[in-house]
């Protein structure tokens, strides 16, 4: 007798959170998993960054605009891939996945990476999510020590101008201009954001950001 076959299980959720440092995808992630609706898997730059990359390729899927680090770029595509890879296994297996990440292609040169992201999520429920936040506030974030980061992000005392890589950031980080959802996170708290993003789901039209994304370049396999 052949073994029973398990129920074929429906997709998780993705949903991905882009902006730039401390718009407060983390916080969204987390309201998300603190929530009562769904059991997301919390994946994206922060883990891959500093769990999963050796110190010699970090901050790997985290590199900065401005094309600083060209030694390291030639592996960028392939850490983009194996993530998105992940997401979507993940999702294939019934969980939902919340990704915090800030997708760029201010490198040395054009590398194509979201597209490519795109396309190896297609035929899921995947949402991308644009986060705004306005540089006062987001110099203002990157001012108040967090436990173990008090090192991590480039700041400036009141009243200096914005360092050269935050305003990269802001100005590279949604060039794309390609959402299901864009939000104002100085505006709500990380708990609103992730309400609506749940509700977004279920409303007209329905998410469609990654595969016009997935359309919009032909991108070779890295």
């Known amino acids: ?3 029973p076959r398990e ?10 959170l882009n902006g730039p440092p401390r718009s407060g995808k983390t916080s ?4 998300l998993q603190a929530g009562q609706d769904g059991d ?10 500093r769990c999963v990359t050796p110190p010699r390729l970090r901050p790997g899927i985290g590199l900065r605009p401005g094309g600083e680090r060209p030694d390291i770029e030639t592996v960028l595509p392939r850490l983009f891939a194996a993530l998105y890879d992940s997401v979507a296994a993940h999702s294939r297996l019934g969980f939902d996945v919340v990704v915090d990440v800030g997708h760029h292609d201010d490198y040395s040169r054009p590398l194509g990476i979201l597209p490519d992201c795109a396309r190896r999520l297609a035929g899921l429920p995947a949402l991308l999510v644009g986060l705004h936040c306005p540089i006062e506030e987001i110099m203002s974030r990157r001012r108040q020590a967090e436990p173990g980061r008090e090192t ?5 005392a009141p009243g200096e101008p914005p360092p050269a890589p935050v305003q990269r950031w802001q100005q590279a ?3 794309h201009r390609i959402y299901d959802l864009e939000l104002d996170t100085a505006a709500a708290t990380p708990a609103e954001c992730a309400a609506a993003v749940l509700r977004r789901f279920d409303e007209d ?18």
């Open 7 to 16: 129920a074929a299980l429906n997709p998780g959720r993705i949903v991905v």
């Open 205 to 222: 039209p329905p998410p469609s950001a990654f595969a016009r994304l997935a359309a919009s370049v032909s991108v070779a396999k890295p």
């Open 1 to 3: 007798m052949s073994a």
């Open 40 to 49: 997301w898997m919390s994946l994206g730059v922060d883990v891959h960054a």
């Open 173 to 175: 980080v949604h060039r």
């Open 28 to 31: 969204i992630a987390t309201a």
């Open 152 to 156: 991590l992000y480039v700041a400036a």
